[in-house]
Antibody, heavy 120, light 110 residues
Framework: EVQVLQSGGGLVQPGGSLRLSCAAS????????MSWVRQAPGKGLEWVSL????????YYADSVKGRFTISRDNSKNTLYLQMNSLRGEDTAVYYC?????????????WGQGTMVTVSS | QSALTQPASVSGSPGQSITISCTGS?????????VSWYQQHPGKAPKLTIY???KRPSGVSNRFSGSKSGNTASLTISGLQTEDEADYYC??????????FGTGTKVTVL
């Protein structure tokens, strides 16, 4: 069974750091690009970052560029999002997502989401 | 990259058809046939409903259909059912492996 299980959210002060994890199972993790998508409370979805299957290329939304780092450990089937210099506007539910069966540019597998709250 | 524009809300009675529009630009929706649509119920993760403009993932009802004209993509839900009441988001591929989501549409079944 395909699963992606997230961990690592919580409360952090402005300017602080947090690392999110997304553990995958049930598919050949290294073959698939992985993304992070977030949703601020009561707001819409926002794509945050993507990493290719090999980990060789990464892409970021302008809103997080220079502050967030996406990475993966294919030996552990795990995706990460290191978030530094956090701001109030980064408060959101963060989802990891990928596509296994629906072309290359959609998200058909989603994690359960993890809440990140940036507040003093 | 600005969010794609969707109507804030759309409503319909059971059995009716509704259409949600998603307007972008020649840099996103207009350049690629790579629009996807997501259904999201409160407190849940989004669920893929349409990909590559008009393709349905396995298990998604054929009441859902997608299309595109110029810089605007559309999602049509026919035979509206109470369980279709949810938020819907479009998403387009943008150059350099980036994506942009729509502003979201709340669908209400009257």
């Amino acid at each position: 069974e395909v699963q992606v299980l997230q961990s690592g959210g919580g409360l952090v002060q402005p300017g602080g750091s947090l690392r999110l994890s997304c553990a995958a199972s049930g598919f050949t993790f290294s073959r698939y690009d992985m993304s992070w998508v977030r949703q601020a409370p009561g707001k819409g979805l926002e794509w945050v970052s993507l990493i290719t299957g090999s980990g060789g290329s990464t892409y970021y939304a302008d809103s997080v560029k220079g502050r967030f780092t996406i990475s993966r450990d294919n030996s552990k089937n795990t995706l990460y999002l290191q978030m530094n210099s956090l701001r109030g506007e980064d408060t959101a539910v963060y989802y990891c997502a990928t596509t296994l069966w629906s072309g290359y540019h959609a998200f058909d597998i989603w994690g359960q989401g993890t809440m990140v709250t940036v507040s003093s | 990259q600005s969010a794609l524009t969707q109507p804030a809300s759309v409503s319909g009675s059971p059995g009716q058809s509704i259409t949600i529009s998603c307007t972008g630009s020649s840099s996103d929706v207009g350049s690629y046939n790579l629009v996807s649509w997501y259904q999201q119920h409160p407190g849940k993760a989004p669920k893929l409903t349409i990909y590559e403009g008009s393709k349905r993932p396995s298990g998604v009802s054929n009441r859902f259909s997608g299309s595109k004209s110029g810089n605007t993509a559309s999602l049509t839900i026919s035979g509206l059912q109470t369980e279709d009441e949810a938020d819907y988001y479009c998403c387009s591929y943008v150059t350099s492996s980036a994506y942009v989501f729509g502003t979201g549409t709340k669908v209400t079944v009257l």
